[in-house]
């Protein structure tokens, strides 16, 4: 099965910007569209961004368009989430997962994320 591994987060101040990674380890991403999704303490996990496969095209969750980019090096098999402009309320951890229908994760575990904190 496919194995996303999460990496690139860390403990920011607002306003910063992060990049973080999403490299495949087992099953590749070839063929399948991508989604990065997040979990913030005592919520549930949200839906941020998705790429497509076959055109890159791109969806993002209102809450982080025009911050946020999402992007992949198919070649590299692997995953980018560009995250500027960053907000208190984008603390969460970060999962990315191949996705079915824009925004619907197509697994039935998730891997350990990578934390993202940004203080005020």
């Known amino acids: 099965q496919m194995q996303p591994v999460e990496s690139g987060g860390r403990s920011v101040q607002a306003g910063d910007s992060l990049r973080l990674t999403c490299a495949a380890y087992?099953?590749?991403?070839?063929?399948?569209?991508m989604g990065w999704f997040r979990q913030a303490p005592g919520k549930e996990r949200e839906f941020v961004s998705s790429?497509?496969?076959?055109?890159?095209?791109?969806h993002y969750a209102d809450s982080v368009q025009g911050r946020f980019t999402i992007s992949r090096d198919n070649a590299k098999n692997t995953v980018y989430l560009q995250m500027n402009s960053l907000k208190p309320e984008d603390t969460a951890v970060y999962y990315c997962?191949?996705?079915?229908?824009?925004?619907?994760?197509?697994?039935?575990?998730w891997g350990q994320g990578t934390q993202v904190t940004v203080s005020s």
């Open positions: 087992g099953r590749t991403f070839r063929g399948y569209n």
């Open positions: 790429i497509t496969w076959s055109e890159g095209t791109t």
């Open positions: 997962a191949p996705v079915v229908r824009v925004s619907s994760p197509l697994i039935d575990s």
